[in-house]
């Protein structure tokens, strides 16, 4: 035992005499500065950039073998700009040297200050850093890869600072400039699974998009390289940002809670994360698994309680018109997703007074499937409109060439169920919306309980090409016509009464005229027990029986409208221009037949009633209308759909008449030659037979 004790003191020696000698050396006859040009010459051999040296290469040895720097340039690629690639104002750091000599990488504090790098691409795509990964791979790499990693594991570090460091990010591509400067970071004593401080900040500037901020991260890290295992505890991270880049102008954005990861076991955690910006606090707790594998991330996220309309107001953005909403939301979800998906589960979305729940997935990010069930119990979208957007602007339509939706490329099929909903003051309940498509062609499928009545549809959306194609085969069933028409048009509705309409229509183009200008289909309507709006056909029959009798036309103080027990229809359409042949309007006292067109495009009407009297002598205003018993009254219709203009046709109507008159005039003179042929025939005929 002594002997072997004696052989350790001996080699203990040999050790330090040579260590001693060694730094003897090192300090005495080796000089680093001889070397400068021969780093310079390596470097640009390697690489093809010059290297500056200024100033003394300092030198120690002992405790550590430590190196000092003065300023040091690395040049710029060639083909770019003449700013350095690299430069910094000093370098200190060091190893133990009787760490190392025992197989330890115990690194003394390093420190660098005034670090600057000039990034930069050229409009070609080209970089000015490329050229300094073509050498061989680090033999640390090699080791890695073959399980060696002794080394890494051993890695201990005192502390390291970066001082008033600078990055400029120079992209000739996209014409963007970036800087980020005043770059700091400070780390305690750095030992395997040892948690140590770490605090780190930096300014930013960015022209394009224009923003000005700093961002501070302060915590308590951890690196185990040996174990794999990485934490970042107490993290506080703060960016404040401005410019008119930013949504409000200005913010402040905090974000805490505790990281942690373990890479041979594949997982990673965020742990009492909170997010904090405009009034917002987001909080969540991630697991991650299948890190390197099969990444999945999983757990609950929760939006506390907030107002919309103080976060619209933080973001500069216009609130509705209805002060009473907006005041409250929140939302509460499971987060399930990966690398190429995601997905919230048991999503609950408070709105005010209404509520949306259910499940709203990406099922692949390439192929953007989107996959959603959603059920909402109640809302009021006209209340959530912005100034400007209210029901007198409903009717007028979409101006001419204003461009149509473009749709996005996505893999859809969903369901969405609404209890009760109003939008543009059309009030509908019971609401099932079935979306379906992919590759540019989706079809949804609505139904719902209309005033009364209901309503099913199937509508295709084609966007493969520029202009988009629309479809519709649509049903109303029992709906009341006239407050349907008022909740769409948001003016007093032209009918009323209860009404089974069918539409089959499609259309195409780029832009809403393009929209009106290809619409092609049919329409089919019958309306039972109803009226029409701002015309009294009597009170035209009217005139009409004054025309005939030469009398002059009374004024009538009655309502304008027409009563009906039973309306028919059927519309084509081709190219816009709606067309009709087949108006049929009865009721106790009148028969009414149409024929006409209406254009979409220019909105002008050219449209022939022609209304005569059947059944009782009274009108619906009680006043008599015997003398035109079989008489048909031509009423035209014309002007625009704002303002349509009725008349009586008293060219039709004295025509008509005439043609009657002589009509009678000559089945009265037939049936009289026929009555004289006939007494001729029976007294010859009475001869005869006597």
Known sequence: MKSIVRIAAVLAGLLLLLVIGLALYLRFAFDPNDYRETLAEVVRERTGRELEIEGDIGLSVF??????????????????????FASVDTVQAGVRLLALLGGKVEVDRIVLDGLSLSLEKRADGSTNWADLGNGQRSTEAADDEHGGGAGAAAFELDGIEVRNARVRWDDRQSDTTHSIEGLSLEAGAIRPGAPFPLEAGLAFRSARPAIDGALKLTGQASIDTLAGRYALADMQLTLDAEGPAVPGGKTKVLLGGALAADLPAGTASAKGLQLEAYGLALQ?????????????????????????????KALAIAAPTDAAVLKRASLSAQLDGGSSRMALRDLALGLDDSKLSGRLAIEDFDRMALRFDLALDRI???????????????????AGGEQGPALPALD??????????KVSGLAAGDIKLALSGQGGR??????????????????GLDGRRAALAVTADEQLS?????????ALTGKEEKLTGRADVGIKVSTSGPDAAAYKRNLDGRVSLRVADGAVKGVNVAAYLRQAQARLSGKPVAEAGEAQQTDFSDLTATITLDGGVARNEDLS????????????????????????????????LTGQDGKSLERLRGVTVPIRVAGSFAEPRFSLDVDSLVKGAVQ????????????KAGDAIKKELEKGLGGLFR
């Open 63 to 84: 405790p550590s073998l430590a190196i000092e720097l003065g300023a040091t340039r690395l040049g710029n690629a060639a083909g770019f700009s003449e700013r350095p």
């Open 284 to 312: 969540a707790d991630l697991a991650v698994t299948g890190i390197g594998a099969s990444l999945n991330v999983a757990g609950p996220l929760k939006l506390a309680e907030f107002e919309p309309a103080a976060l619209l």
């Open 380 to 398: 009021d979208i006209d209340r959530y409109l912005p100034p400007g957007e209210d029901k007198a602007a409903k009717g007028a339509g979409t």
């Open 412 to 421: 859809v099929d969903g369901r969405l169920a609404v209890t009760e909903l």
């Open 442 to 459: 989706y079809r949804v499928k609505p139904e719902a309980t209309l005033y009364g009545g209901r309503y099913r549809g199937d509508i």
């Open 478 to 486: 029992g709906v009341a016509i006239g407050p349907l028409l008022r």
């Open 585 to 616: 309007l009865r009721s106790p006292l009148l028969r009414v037949a149409g024929e006409g067109s209406a254009n979409l495009n220019t909105e002008a009407i050219d449209y022939l009633v022609k209304a005569s009297v059947v059944g009782t």
């Open 660 to 671: 009657e008159k002589i009509e009678e005039k000559k089945a009265e003179i037939k049936k």
